[in-house]
């Protein structure tokens, strides 16, 4: 998995950077479960290579790099997503926000709205993650700068990899996973303090117990990376 060595300050430099030169930026924002499924997912892994912007969301990912001799910083999506949008409403730049349960987006959409001053929304969906047709129509009649897509890992990076090119006024596209749940009130954010000692997962774990299927590849990913410090590599 490529990441880049970017703080949270420097991934919003680099996104707005690109934005103005008029790039086209897709990021993601992995955790511990994305790398696992690209050790054996060549479409995962092949999207992953092909992203502007690679940047560890779970704490695992961080505490790794460490353990293997090259920190990365944890740059959130939540947090992403708070520190971008105020600089994209001063630059009068639409967001579409994409995915999550029905009527999510929209009261996800209002709190933006609430909190910056400005933010512009172009327009929301929940839709589906295999509904290109109807997902990519309803994006292309909004024509918004920027799209934030929670369909979940990994169909919402599948999703941006498939249709990003068919989007021309989309100039920045980000896997926001359970964000747009988050700001909707629909999930509760952490408290700051496992926020601060990266045990977020955790908390949401506790709040939804089916995930515990998803994090069952969270011991191997932890074997895996004890095994390469231990040898090395």
Same mark, same amino acid.
């Given at each position: 998995?490529?990441?880049?060595?970017?703080?949270?300050?420097?991934? /919003? $430099?680099?996104? %707005?950077?690109?934005?103005?030169?008029?790039?086209?930026?897709?990021?993601?924002?992995?955790?511990?479960?994305?790398?696992?499924?690209?050790?054996?997912?060549?479409?995962?892994?092949?999207?992953?290579?092909?992203?502007?912007?690679?940047?560890?969301?779970?704490?695992?990912?961080?505490?790794?790099?460490?353990?293997?001799?090259?920190? %990365?910083?944890?740059? #959130?999506?939540?947090?992403?997503?708070?520190?971008?949008?105020?600089?994209?409403?001063?630059?009068? $730049?639409? %967001?579409?926000?994409?995915?999550?349960?029905?009527?999510?987006?929209?009261?996800?959409?209002?709190?933006?709205?609430?909190?910056?001053?400005? /933010?512009?929304?172009?327009?929301?969906?929940?839709?589906?993650?295999?509904?290109?047709?109807?997902?990519?129509?309803?994006?292309?009649?909004?024509? #918004?700068?920027?799209?934030?897509?929670?369909?979940?890992?990994?169909?919402?990076?599948?999703?941006?990899?498939?249709?990003?090119?068919?989007?021309?006024?989309?100039?920045?596209?980000?896997?926001?996973?359970?964000?747009?749940?988050?700001?909707?009130?629909?999930?509760?954010? #952490?408290?700051?303090?496992?926020?601060?000692?990266?045990?977020?997962?955790?908390?949401?774990?506790?709040?939804?117990?089916?995930?515990?299927?998803?994090?069952?590849?969270?011991?191997?990913?932890?074997?895996?990376?004890?095994?390469?410090?231990? %040898?090395?590599?």
């Amino acid at each position: 998995m490529p990441f880049d060595r970017v703080d949270l300050a420097s991934a /919003v $430099a680099r996104i %707005l950077e690109r934005f103005d030169r008029g790039e086209r930026t897709f990021v993601i924002t992995a955790n511990p479960e994305f790398v696992m499924l690209a050790r054996h997912d060549r479409e995962a892994a092949s999207i992953a290579r092909g992203a502007d912007l690679v940047v560890p969301d779970g704490t695992g990912v961080a505490l790794a790099a460490t353990l293997l001799g090259s920190p %990365l910083p944890r740059v #959130p999506g939540r947090l992403l997503v708070d520190a971008l949008a105020p600089w994209l409403a001063q630059r009068e $730049a639409s %967001l579409f926000l994409l995915g999550a349960a029905p009527g999510v987006a929209e009261r996800a959409a209002e709190t933006l709205r609430r909190r910056i001053p400005g /933010v512009r929304i172009a327009g929301c969906h929940a839709g589906s993650a295999e509904d290109d047709a109807e997902t990519t129509a309803r994006v292309r009649a909004a024509a #918004p700068a920027v799209v934030l897509v929670a369909y979940g890992m990994p169909k919402q990076e599948q999703w941006i990899a498939r249709n990003l090119a068919t989007l021309p006024t989309v100039k920045v596209a980000i896997g926001v996973g359970g964000v747009l749940d988050q700001l909707a009130g629909v999930q509760k954010v #952490p408290p700051a303090i496992l926020h601060r000692v990266g045990l977020e997962w955790l908390w949401r774990l506790f709040r939804e117990p089916w995930r515990w299927r998803r994090q069952r590849v969270l011991p191997l990913f932890a074997l895996l990376v004890l095994r390469r410090r231990i %040898l090395g590599r």
